[in-house]
């Protein structure tokens, strides 16, 4: 089994910052993806940022320039540096990891339990 555990979020008035944390732990032989996503109410959860294992990145062209993800392997723990924060970009943020438990296993999903973003003056 895999845990995740987010911190970081928070309430900020629109234009501030917030860095969001997600720790890995468990059994797994290596993590191959890391990513964030977030949920607004009434709306469907959405991907913000993903890193792969070699360092290449994805994000949602909303948080392009904006928004900045990045990982410390020796620690399992994925970071999203967030910036220019807006209204829009309220939401619960849900960190995503893919995992292998051996070297020629499949690939598992595990997600952590989100922690709240509110961007409001």
């Known amino acids: 089994q895999v845990q995740l555990v987010e911190s970081g979020g928070g309430l900020v008035q629109p234009g501030g910052s917030l860095r969001l944390s997600c720790v890995a732990s468990?059994?797994?032989?290596?993590?191959?993806?890391m990513a964030w996503y977030r949920q607004a109410p009434n709306d469907q959860r959405e991907l913000v940022a993903a890193?792969?294992?070699?360092?290449?990145?994805n994000y949602a062209d909303s948080v392009k320039g904006r928004f900045t993800i990045s990982r410390d392997s020796a620690k399992n723990t994925v970071y999203l540096q967030m910036n220019s924060l807006r209204p829009e970009d309220t939401a619960v943020y849900y960190c995503?990891?893919?995992?292998?438990?051996?070297?020629?296993?499949?690939?598992?999903?595990?997600w952590g339990q989100g922690t709240q973003v509110t961007v409001s003056s």
């Open positions: 995503k990891v893919v995992v292998r438990k051996t070297p020629v296993s499949t690939m598992y999903n595990y």
């Open positions: 468990g059994s797994f032989f290596s993590i191959n993806v």
């Open positions: 890193i792969i294992s070699g360092g290449n990145t």
